[in-house]
């Protein structure tokens, strides 16, 4: 169950009809409320982003399909092209914003302990502490998990939903919210798939399935191959940004 965001509310499909559905209710009230508290500090983060011309990024997926190892080599490879930001979500340890540190990025750790996800608040009060130069790019990378992550609002212009060729390409269809709130998907570690039965094309057809207008970028974070797409796709909407 989740501690934060009232997730374990009844409105999943198979439920017992016998139960009080007041209980129900009053779960179902204090999810509203908190996503409506979420969304209005979600929509003062993203003024905050707009007002600096800052392009912020959240990446999301579940646990270890490389979301700090994309940063790792993202932030090596296009050094000095543009100014970047991290902030880092985990319920515990600095080790992914150890592993952001040493690229020379300023970086900041959020421990959310028994929470499932960032919040907008959260990343509000990371903002306060590092005062992002104007122009610039942050990176908020999520807790690992395809469920909550989905509903909140951090105030990002774009969500970078990843997968990986180890998970099965079924994921798109049995976490559909991610993949629908996302605006751009990367499937990474395409190095193991002479080695996995992933089924490439299968994957692409589910994420089409829940999100027509999903692009769709293929890399290798441990080879380097596809990462050009994604410097580009990255450079574009700087580019945007910029012209806005
Ligand atoms: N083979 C392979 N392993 C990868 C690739 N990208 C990441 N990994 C490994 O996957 C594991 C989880 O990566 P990490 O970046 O920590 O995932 P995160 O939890 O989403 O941040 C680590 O052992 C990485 O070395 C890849 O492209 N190919
Ligand atoms: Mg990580």
Same mark, same amino acid.
Request: proline share 3%.
């Given at each position: 169950?989740?501690?934060?965001?009232?997730?374990?509310?009844?409105?999943?499909?198979?439920?017992?009809?016998?139960?009080?559905?007041?209980?129900?209710?009053?779960?179902?009230? +204090?999810?509203?409320?908190?996503?409506?508290?979420?969304?209005?500090?979600?929509?003062?983060?993203?003024?905050?982003?707009? #007002?600096?011309?800052?392009?912020?990024?959240?990446?999301?997926?579940?646990?270890?399909?490389?979301?700090?190892?994309?940063?790792?080599?993202?932030?090596?490879?296009?050094?000095?092209?543009?100014?970047?930001?991290?902030?880092?979500?985990?319920?515990?340890?600095?080790?992914? #914003?150890?592993?952001?540190? #040493?690229?020379?990025?300023? +970086?900041?750790?959020?421990?959310?302990?028994?929470?499932?996800?960032?919040?907008?608040?959260?990343?509000?009060? #990371?903002?306060?502490?590092?005062?992002?130069?104007?122009?610039?790019?942050?990176?908020?990378?999520?807790?690992?998990?395809? +469920?909550?992550?989905?509903?909140?609002?951090?105030?990002?212009?774009?969500?970078?939903?990843?997968?990986? +060729?180890?998970?099965?390409?079924?994921?798109?269809?049995?976490?559909?919210?991610?993949?629908?709130?996302?605006?751009?998907?990367?499937?990474?570690?395409?190095?193991?798939?002479?080695?996995?039965?992933?089924?490439?094309?299968?994957?692409?057809?589910?994420?089409?399935?829940?999100?027509?207008?999903?692009?769709?970028?293929?890399?290798?974070?441990?080879?380097?191959?596809?990462?050009?797409?994604?410097?580009?796709?990255?450079?574009?909407?700087?580019?945007?940004?910029?012209?806005?």
């Amino acid at each position: 169950m989740c501690a934060t965001c009232g997730c374990s509310s009844d409105t999943h499909d198979h439920h017992d009809h016998n139960h009080d559905h007041s209980h129900s209710k009053k779960i179902v009230d +204090v999810e509203q409320d908190i996503l409506h508290q979420n969304n209005l500090l979600g929509e003062r983060n993203r003024g905050y982003f707009e #007002a600096k011309n800052i392009l912020a990024l959240n990446l999301v997926s579940s646990p270890g399909s490389g979301k700090t190892s994309l940063l790792e080599r993202t932030l090596t490879d296009l050094k000095g092209e543009m100014d970047f930001y991290v902030i880092e979500g985990d319920q515990r340890t600095t080790r992914d #914003a150890d592993r952001i540190h #040493a690229t020379g990025t300023k +970086v900041t750790q959020i421990n959310t302990g028994k929470g499932c996800h960032l919040d907008a608040h959260m990343v509000m009060h #990371a903002l306060q502490g590092m005062k992002p130069k104007a122009n610039s790019v942050m990176f908020i990378e999520n807790v690992g998990n395809l +469920v909550c992550p989905s509903m909140f609002d951090l105030g990002e212009k774009e969500r970078v939903v990843i997968m990986s +060729v180890t998970e099965g390409e079924d994921k798109p269809l049995k976490y559909p919210d991610m993949f629908h709130s996302s605006t751009l998907c990367i499937i990474n570690k395409t190095d193991l798939l002479p080695y996995v039965p992933f089924n490439l094309d299968k994957a692409k057809e589910y994420i089409q399935q829940v999100n027509h207008q999903l692009p769709v970028i293929e890399v290798s974070c441990t080879t380097g191959e596809g990462l050009q797409d994604w410097y580009g796709w990255l450079k574009s909407k700087v580019l945007i940004e910029e012209e806005a």
